[in-house]
């Protein structure tokens, strides 16, 4: 019998066993946490979140307007932010949707539907990635433990 799951949820769930959080990234952050409180990270995960979600946001009104150079700003700054927290993933998708991006500015070719269906393309992958991370943080602030059937397997220590 076919899974009743939409199909994103199906490869969220295949993916997310293999990690997508840096563990050695992530504890640096939880480390900053006082002793019995995890009231810091819980912090910057959720300010993490916050920020993530109005950044994809902008990124689809910045698709949306073909404004292209703003999508690799806002890829850029998203990466960035990823990188801070330990979003291993995120920060990659950012990283690959730029580099399409880049390769399509160079040859100044950024109107064809190539390169609008290959951004569209990356942009839907990081938006898949971040909806993993966002489960995992998620769990991680609920919890207040670190969700480790989700942690990349290449950064255990």
């Not at 998203?78 to 990659?92: F, P, R």
Request: charged share 25%; glycine share 6%.
């Amino acid at each position: 019998m076919p899974s009743k799951e939409p199909p994103e949820t199906t490869q969220a769930r295949q993916r997310s066993s293999e990690g997508i959080i840096d563990r050695r990234a992530f504890q640096s952050v939880i480390d900053l946490n006082d002793h019995d409180s995890t009231d810091f990270s819980t912090q910057m995960v959720n300010t993490y979140l916050a920020v993530a979600n109005s950044t994809l946001s902008d990124m689809d009104k910045a698709l949306g307007n073909k404004d292209i150079p703003n999508l690799s700003l806002l890829a850029t700054s998203l990466q960035d932010t990823s990188v801070a927290i330990g979003v291993e993933e995120v920060q990659q998708s950012c990283s690959r949707l730029r580099n399409i991006i880049d390769a399509w500015t160079e040859r100044e070719e950024l109107d064809g539907a190539a390169a609008i269906g290959g951004i569209v393309a990356a942009l839907g992958q990081l938006k898949s990635d971040f909806a993993i991370a966002k489960s995992w943080l998620t769990r991680y602030v609920e919890t207040g433990k670190v969700p480790d059937d989700w942690v990349h397997p290449m950064a255990r220590s």
